[in-house]
Nanobody
Framework: QVYLLESGGGLVQPGGSLRLSCAAS????????MGWYRQAPGKERELVAT???????TYADSVKGRFTISRDDAKNTVYLQMDSLKPEDTAVYYC????????????????WGQGTQVTVSS
């Protein structure tokens, strides 16, 4: 019923930038929180940044000052601007969202995208 599709990953040199996008589609009435997580090889999935419906933001300490989360509710899309990238940022990046589906009263989820690979290497 709800689909999330990430894009914008790729290979970038240390110090470079990337902008990830995640578009939600399907039977969506409204979206509450949206966020980004990442998972590096051999590690657990970890929070990168989240933005609930009040547009406040939360960032992992490791990305504060370098990454910026934003969202466009008219497009049901969340973005992650990543600057000053480091090799330790290499991971698969996933977005998620809490969604109120058409016909439902409550928000459900989180729904997850399939992930996009970000590799930071020289």
């Amino acid at each position: 019923q709800v689909y999330l599709l990430e894009s914008g990953g790729g290979l970038v040199q240390p110090g470079g930038s990337l902008r990830l996008s995640c578009a939600a589609s399907g039977r969506i009435r409204s979206i509450n929180a949206m966020g980004w997580y990442r998972q590096a090889p051999g590690k657990e999935r970890e929070l990168v940044a989240t933005m609930p419906g009040d547009f406040s933001t939360t960032y992992a300490d490791s990305v504060k000052g370098r990454f910026t989360i934003s969202r466009d509710d008219a497009k049901n899309t969340v973005y992650l601007q990543m600057d000053s990238l480091k090799p330790e940022d290499t991971a698969v990046y996933y977005c998620n969202a809490l969604v109120r589906v058409l016909g439902d009263t409550w928000f459900t989820g989180p729904y997850w995208g399939q992930g996009t690979q970000v590799t930071v290497s020289s």
